[in-house]
């Protein structure tokens, strides 16, 4: 790369810093106040864009049109922002954080479909700002004009946001509820107008950062979860909270990107490297990188890392001899269903038993082993493609490859939970998603092995086993069997362990249980029953395709297991149970089925905080306590 190229790559990686920046800033912003970890934060930016298009259409041309529609779009979104806030997420603030993000994840549906009906599918580009249409030569080459002001915006905005927290009384009391919410509510401090301004600046900046993007990049319905996905690196890496560590991050990720991009291929002793290609996840391995040298992030602060995630939870009661009596009866109801029914219905029931042993894996780490997932959808692909990959290329039969793969994704788990169980809380869930973003790429990159983007078909069955009726019977033993080893794990002693490890590491250190250690043992359990359950789904659907790694099939069974109810053994059952019927359900009657499957997850939200199972569990405790009387 010559010097006057390199010049050109450092000035875009500087234009894409201040884009990334903006909507960071608003993340971070929301997430150090509020607590919250706002998955809905992508849409935020989206909506800018369309109401950006629409508006700067409606004003007309010129300067005023331009500019009076980029600043309306995002005080739009604002008060958007000010109305989730004030009329959802209130109701949640005491609610455990990731039935705070379930929420989130709903509005992220519902916006989808609501920017689908109003804009309609197609993508949307807008005008180029007026006066900064052309370029200008630097070192001989041409660079937009646009860029250079895009460039002047992020430092702007920055020193601005630093003038708002520390010369102004609402920034000094944004500080203080930053630092400790529960001491700046008792000195007085009006925490709810005090969130909804902050969740109502946040917003601003999404909707302002997405509108500034127009003239660059079109409004399309799937640039949500793109965008969120990278600024929730970009918070991660500068350190949660902190606002010049966003903007320090933000610089880091775009340059580097950048220049993966200028560089290009590289050939080396007749081996072609391809830097371009590393741009899907170059973000990733920074971020791996960062938090495995500095776990709290470039400007964070290393008390955010504790190990202790949350108060300690009740213990794990066995099923009383009625419940393993009606599950016993129910197994033996769903292994005679294939005599009764046919076709589709036995498809269905396959997806929900594979999602079943899927969310079961998940909640193994994240409700007893208190270790919060955002990848674990990579140990589901990763068993998927090694049963493929082994049956295809290897010339295994299907039962054998179903088992290595199996073992191939808790080699995977082996691997990433060794650096995983270092940390805890939002930054070890963001690792996990490192992972997962960087086992997707490479999939999704090796052409010559793994199909690539195409992924790799004719994954069938042996033929004693072709039939619906014989598959839906192997998949209903291998989850049945599958979950009864989670739970007999659960009150094992290792089981006993990793409970402890996850109440008071530092009691469990001091008794001898290796913390890590156990916690690391747990990442690999999990990992080889979620690649159970991606090998049983690859030959369910005869093919294979990297989206079963995808950030999407994460956030799947992060529902899963929140619907159902993380404090409790047959929460995850429920939970995908009824997600992957819904979702069935809605998808095949409805055209804005996204709309309608986030508000039922919203009111399953509003109306059972504790779960499906945990809800059910609590009635039956109220309707079978015997009554007191009362006490003189």
């Given at each position: 790369m010559t010097a006057?190229?390199?010049?050109?790559?450092?000035?875009?990686?500087?234009?894409?810093?201040?884009?990334?920046?903006?909507?960071?800033?608003?993340?971070?912003?929301?997430?150090?106040?509020?607590?919250i970890v706002n998955f809905?934060?992508?849409?935020?930016?989206?909506?800018?864009?369309?109401?950006?298009?629409?508006?700067?259409?409606?004003f007309g041309g010129g300067h005023l049109g331009f500019w009076g529609g980029v600043l309306c779009a995002a005080s739009i979104v604002a008060a958007i922002g000010a109305l989730i806030e004030s009329v959802l997420l209130r109701r949640i603030y005491h609610a455990p954080e990731l039935l705070q993000l379930l929420a989130t994840?709903?509005?992220?549906?519902?916006?989808?479909?609501a920017c689908l009906w109003i804009w309609g599918p197609e993508d949307l580009m807008g005008p180029r700002a007026p006066g900064m249409a052309g370029a200008i030569e630097i070192v001989g080459r041409r660079f937009p004009e646009y860029d250079i002001f895009l460039i002047f915006i992020g430092p702007l905005v920055l020193v601005a946001l630093w003038l708002l927290m520390t010369r102004t009384r609402w920034g000094t009391l944004v500080r203080a509820a930053t630092e400790d919410r529960e001491m700046a509510g008792a000195l007085g401090v009006n925490q709810r107008w005090l969130f909804t301004g902050v969740f109502a600046l946040g917003a601003f900046l999404a909707g302002?950062?997405?509108?500034?993007?127009?003239?660059?990049?079109?409004?399309?319905?799937?640039?949500?979860?793109?965008?969120?996905?990278?600024?929730?690196?970009?918070?991660?890496?500068?350190?949660?909270?902190?606002?010049?560590?966003?903007?320090?991050?933000?610089?880091?990720?775009?340059?580097?990107?950048?220049?993966?991009?200028?560089?290009?291929?590289?050939?080396?002793?007749?081996?072609?490297?391809?830097?371009?290609?590393?741009?899907?996840?170059?973000?990733?391995?920074?971020?791996?990188?960062?938090?495995?040298?500095?776990?709290?992030?470039?400007?964070?602060?290393?008390?955010?890392?504790?190990?202790n995630t949350g108060e300690t939870e009740a213990p794990l009661a066995l099923p009383s001899a009625t419940m393993q009596r009606l599950t016993l009866a129910a197994l033996i109801g769903l292994a005679v269903v294939p005599l009764f029914v046919s076709g589709y219905p036995l498809v269905l029931l396959i997806d929900i038993f594979i999602?079943?042993?899927?969310?079961?894996?998940?909640?193994?780490?994240?409700?007893?082993?208190?270790?919060?997932?955002?990848?674990?959808?990579?140990?589901?692909?990763?068993?998927?493609?090694?049963?493929?990959?082994?049956?295809?290329?290897?010339?295994?039969?299907?039962?054998?490859?179903?088992?290595?793969?199996?073992?191939?994704?808790?080699?995977?788990?082996?691997?990433?939970?060794?650096?995983?169980?270092?940390?805890?809380?939002?930054?070890?869930?963001?690792?996990?998603?490192?992972?997962?973003?960087?086992?997707?790429?490479?999939?999704f990159q090796w052409d010559q092995f793994t199909g690539g983007s195409n992924g790799l078909v004719g994954i069938w069955p042996s033929p004693w086993l072709a039939s619906k009726a014989a598959y839906y019977t192997l998949t209903l033993s291998a989850t049945a069997l599958g979950v009864f080893a989670l739970w007999r794990i659960l009150h094992a002693p290792f089981g006993y362990a990793l409970r402890a490890g996850r109440d008071s590491p530092m009691r469990a250190d001091a008794i001898g249980i290796h913390v890590r250690h156990v916690q690391w043992a747990g990442f690999i359990v999990a990992g080889l029953a979620a690649g159970l359950g991606g090998s049983l789904y690859a030959f369910s659907k005869g093919s294979?395709?990297?989206?079963?790694?995808?950030?999407?099939?994460?956030?799947?069974?992060?529902?899963?297991?929140?619907?159902?109810?993380?404090?409790?053994?047959?929460?995850?059952?429920?939970?995908?149970?009824?997600f992957t019927w819904l979702q069935d359900a809605v998808a095949r009657e409805l055209d804005y089925w996204r709309a309608v499957l986030g508000a039922i997850i919203l009111l399953l939200v509003l109306l059972f905080p504790g779960g499906l199972a945990g809800t059910l569990r609590q009635q039956l405790q109220r309707f079978t306590k015997p009554s007191s009387g009362v006490s003189a």
């Open positions: 006057a190229a390199a010049l050109i790559q450092f000035l875009n990686g500087l234009a894409s810093a201040s884009s990334l920046f903006l909507v960071a800033a608003g993340l971070s912003l929301i997430f150090g106040v509020t607590r809905a934060h992508g849409s935020l930016y989206m909506l800018g864009m369309y109401l950006a298009v629409s508006l700067i259409e409606y994840f709903a509005l992220v549906l519902i916006v989808k479909d302002l950062g997405g509108a500034l993007q127009i003239p660059r990049e079109p409004a399309q319905l799937f640039i949500d979860l793109s965008v969120i996905s990278d600024a929730f690196v970009v918070v991660v890496v500068g350190g949660l909270g902190s606002i010049s560590g966003a903007f320090l991050a933000a610089l880091l990720i775009a340059e580097i990107k950048a220049f993966c991009i200028g560089i290009g291929d590289v050939t080396v002793l007749g081996t072609v490297f391809s830097f371009s290609k590393l741009t899907l996840v170059v973000e990733f391995i920074v971020m791996a990188v960062v938090l495995v040298l500095r776990p709290w992030g470039l400007l964070g602060r290393a008390m955010s890392i504790a190990r999602a079943v042993l899927f969310a079961a894996s998940l909640h193994f780490m994240m409700g007893p082993g208190g270790m919060h997932s955002f990848g674990h959808a990579a140990y589901f692909g990763l068993g998927a493609y090694g049963a493929a990959l082994l049956l295809q290329k290897g010339g295994i039969s299907m039962l054998p490859a179903l088992l290595f793969g199996s073992l191939i994704a808790g080699i995977g788990a082996l691997i990433f939970g060794w650096f995983c169980v270092r940390l805890s809380g939002v930054y070890l869930a963001m690792l996990t998603l490192a992972f997962a973003q960087i086992a997707w790429s490479i999939i294979i395709s990297p989206d079963a790694l995808a950030v999407p099939r994460s956030v799947d069974g992060l529902v899963m297991v929140l619907l159902g109810g993380i404090q409790s053994l047959t929460g995850p059952v429920w939970g995908a149970a009824l």
